[in-house]
Structure formats: structure tokens, C-alpha cells
């Protein structure tokens, strides 16, 4: 079936470090690949998505290519910020279904 | 863009009791609704899919008789937990998707359910 993987957390950075967070997924034929963020106390809030292969999403400056060959849906930014400070999940979905998150990463950003 | 409200944001019952929360699309149509569950520090579970006037699909291991779906309407759907208890205390969270193609889902704020 259809899965996510993240890399473990908790994520602790200082400000304006770059950040990566690993994505790989099993799918069968060509989902959609989704990050969301969880600020504390608060819901989902789409972060960007790709839904084909070489699709490059980006946002508030995160992005994450969707790359076929690896499977993989990397999520990065160059300069994170204590703002950044949250829970991010990576999902995918096919269409009209259900959505199939990780396990999330929580990232702490110091000044 | 698409919003989805949740009411309540947080609520605390008794153990025995029953509770409802309220999954809304302000500004469009929601021809399906999602319902997750999310524990402490992990991720979303799935558990039940409803489309507008069809009786919900629940995931395995999700009991139909304790969580409660209704999606009545194309912009209300709600979650009951009857007869709660202090396991079932958890951050409750819905999805909508709209009428048209997109993957896309909105999220909405989450329930958080303290059973004590």
C-alpha cells in the first residue's frame, strides 16, 4: 500500500541554518506529494505541493522536487527563521482519496 | 482560499458521555469529507471517509458505532463520540474537498477531546 517516510525528529537548528527534512514514499502509479506544517495548537496549513514528477513546490522559502527516480519529496530552506519553529508532515494523495501522511518532524529553530 | 472550521476547538467531557464536533466548508461546496485522529507527537490516522448523503467509510479498526459520522449537507459534517472515554482523549481533525478535480484538501483547525 501506499506509505510516507520521514526522517526521525526533533530537529533542532540556530537561525538562518539550512534545513532538510527527508521524504520518501511507496505509491503506486503518480500521487501528489504534499507538506503541511502544524504550528503548536493549531491544524494543518498546506506548506507546497508537487504533482508530477520533476515539479518543483515552493513556499515562504521551503521547496521540495518531486523526484521519481528516487522517490523522494526532500523538503529544504536556506535560512530558517525561530517563526519556522513547527511540525512538518509530508503526505501524498492520489486523486479524490484519502491522504497518506508521516509520522512528522518537529523542528526547533534557536536564535 | 478554502476554509474549514471546527467547533469546538477544545472541549473536555466526562467519561460515559457523548460529544459532537462540527467539521464546516465556509466558502464552498464539500462533496467529501475526511476525519483523522491525531495522537500526541505523531501523525495523522484516517478515520472514516464521508460523501454528502452516503453513510460514512470507516478504516479499519475504527468503530462505527462509537464515532458517528454525518454529512448531511455539502458544507456540514460532524464526528459524535458517544459513550467516551479517557482513551479516546485526542486531537480530532477534519479535511473537505471540493467539487472540483483538485487533490487538494482543506484542513480544518482540529477538536481537541479531553475525556476525563
Known amino acids: 500500500g501506499d506509505s510516507v517516510t520521514q526522517m526521525e525528529g526533533p530537529v533542532t537548528l540556530s537561525e538562518e541554518a539550512f534545513l532538510t527534512i527527508n521524504c520518501t514514499y511507496t505509491a503506486t502509479g503518480y500521487p501528489s506529494l504534499f507538506w503541511y506544517v502544524q504550528y503548536p495548537g493549531e491544524g494543518l496549513q498546506l506548506l507546497l505541493k508537487a504533482t508530477k514528477a520533476d515539479d518543483k513546490g515552493s513556499n515562504k522559502g521551503f521547496e521540495a522536487t518531486y523526484r521519481k527516480e528516487t522517490t523522494s519529496f526532500h523538503l529544504e530552506k536556506g535560512s530558517v527563521q525561530v517563526s519556522d519553529s513547527a511540525v512538518y508532515f509530508c503526505a501524498l494523495a492520489h486523486t479524490g482519496n484519502q491522504f497518506y501522511f508521516g509520522t512528522g518532524t518537529s523542528l526547533t529553530v534557536i536564535p | 482560499g478554502a476554509v474549514v472550521s471546527q467547533h469546538p476547538s477544545w472541549v473536555i467531557c466526562k467519561s460515559g458521555t457523548s460529544v459532537k464536533i462540527e467539521c464546516r466548508s465556509l466558502?464552498?461546496?464539500?462533496?467529501?469529507m475526511f476525519w483523522y485522529r491525531q495522537f500526541p507527537k505523531q501523525s495523522l490516522m484516517l478515520m472514516a471517509t464521508s460523501n454528502e448523503g452516503s453513510k460514512a467509510t470507516y478504516e479499519q479498526g475504527v468503530e462505527k458505532d462509537k464515532f458517528l459520522i454525518n454529512h448531511a449537507s455539502l458544507t456540514l459534517s460532524t464526528l459524535t463520540v458517544t459513550s467516551a472515554h479517557p482513551e479516546d482523549s485526542s486531537f480530532y481533525i477534519c479535511?473537505?474537498?471540493?467539487?472540483?478535480?483538485?487533490?487538494?484538501?482543506?484542513f480544518g483547525p482540529g477538536t481537541r477531546l479531553t475525556v476525563t
Open positions: 466558502d464552498f461546496q464539500a462533496t467529501t
Open positions: 479535511s473537505a474537498r471540493g467539487r472540483d478535480t483538485s487533490y487538494e484538501q482543506y
